[in-house]
């Protein structure tokens, strides 16, 4: 986003779902159950396409407004 590579939608979108992947960490690192390591996995798993569909999104939208 401060390079000009990206814009504003990815940023917004990239914040909001890594502070959601700390919020998973912190709660796995201080309970240290399997339930939150489960979920801390899981959304690991679906935290990169996130990533990847917000940048893609963020190009197009560009294009369409």
């Known amino acids: 986003f401060f390079l000009g590579h990206s814009g504003l939608v990815y940023f917004l979108i990239a914040i909001t779902i ?3 992947f700390i919020f998973y960490s912190v709660i796995f690192y201080k309970s ?3 339930k ?3 979920k801390v996995f899981c959304f690991s798993i679906i935290y990169l ?3 990847f569909i917000a940048i893609i999104f963020d190009k197009f939208i560009i ?3």
Do not use: M, N, R, V
């Open 18 to 20: 890594s502070l959601i």
């Open 63 to 65: 294009y369409f407004l």
């Open 32 to 34: 240290l159950t399997i």
């Open 49 to 51: 396409p996130i990533l």
């Open 36 to 38: 939150a390591a489960k």
